[in-house]
């Protein structure tokens, strides 16, 4: 049996592949799992790279651009954005990848550069239109900064969607996540001293940055399946081609999404199954919409999601497509 690492950020032990490890939220690693599976089947024994340090290996597989670990044949799993990843922006260090794996329709060739969605593990929801769904609307999130300045950035924007609710529309509004029980942070170190001072004061100062935090989520679908909409914004805006696991949480949920994100979402998910955010001048007329929503309209909406997620037109974000991808490829390119 052929032996591969898989060099990724933190998960050692192999538990990105252990669909029972706490860190497993929402069946997040059901593609790494497919993965590893996909490749035994070749025959191919794929472990966390602390698992084989000193043993000789057939490959490597990176989760984004990393330091190499011997001179074994290396791919690519460029899957974070250089806004937030700098180093994935590093084109120089391309050069150590025999095969790119990415979501960013600009680099793709279909030779070096392989198209591959972020996936997703897949589940259809039922449609019940506002039943159950006694919350208005919501946002799950991380309270976070870019590294470097970038005006496709969409952590600001997220701030000010919060601001917006809590000053006009704070009943019908719920903000979870990781750190809002901080304030929004700063860009690099500054913002790294800030974000120590603030937990360390906030300790006895009770100070509430956010009003509208409910706190963090063990499983999204805990929050999205009892709220009719979600503000569904990347972490960057105009990327062609990436479209990360955020709007689809919401639809394996049956809740209805406001997306701004890829400028391309129209060409792989139908526009009628969310509410673009970039045809509303602001938050304040995106409210209005959602306000006025009729439960038919509604319906439809959860309809056509249903709909797109039982098409073919889904298979490219799945975990299979993802696993498959990556085996075949890289199959084919050890066999030359």
């Known amino acids: 049996m052929r032996k591969a690492i898989f060099v990724g950020i933190g998960l050692m032990a192999n538990r990105i592949f252990d669909r029972s490890d706490p860190s497993n939220r929402d069946d997040c690693f059901e593609p790494y799992i497919k993965l590893r599976e996909a490749f035994k089947a070749q025959n191919i024994q794929l472990d966390t790279a602390d698992l084989a340090t000193g043993q000789c290996v057939d490959f490597e597989i990176h989760q984004n651009v990393q330091d190499r670990t011997g001179s074994s044949p290396a791919y690519l799993m460029l899957l974070e954005t250089p806004i937030v990843y700098p180093d994935n922006g590093k084109t120089s260090k391309f050069i150590n990848y025999r095969k790119i794996f990415t979501w960013n329709d600009d680099l793709i060739d279909h030779n070096r550069f392989i198209k591959l969605n972020l996936p997703n593990p897949i589940s259809v929801p039922k449609v019940s239109g506002f039943a159950g769904r006694t919350r208005f609307c919501c946002m799950i999130a991380g309270n976070k900064a870019v590294t470097q300045f970038d005006s496709r950035e969409l952590y600001s924007e997220r701030v000010r969607v919060i601001r917006w609710f809590e000053e006009n529309a704070p009943d019908d509004f719920d903000l979870y996540g990781v750190d809002w029980d901080l304030p929004p942070p700063h860009p690099g170190i500054i913002g790294k ?116 997620l039982q098409s073919e037109a889904m298979y490219p974000f799945s975990s299979a497509c993802f696993a498959k991808t990556i085996v075949e490829t890289i199959v084919s390119d050890l066999e030359r």
């Open 193 to 308: 001293i800030t974000k120590r001072l603030w937990r360390y004061s906030s300790k006895w100062l009770h100070l509430v940055p956010f009003p509208s935090y409910r706190g963090k989520v063990d499983q999204k679908r805990d929050v999205l399946q009892k709220t009719r909409f979600a503000m569904c914004y990347e972490n960057v805006r105009d990327l062609p081609g990436y479209i990360t696991e955020k709007i689809f949480d919401c639809f394996f949920s049956g809740c209805v999404p406001v997306y701004w994100g890829s400028n391309t979402i129209a060409d792989v998910v139908p526009s009628d199954c969310f509410v673009d955010r970039r045809n509303f001048a602001d938050t304040a007329s995106v409210y209005a919409y959602l306000k006025a929503m009729d439960e038919p309209t509604y319906l439809g909406y959860q309809q056509r999601i249903v709909a797109f």
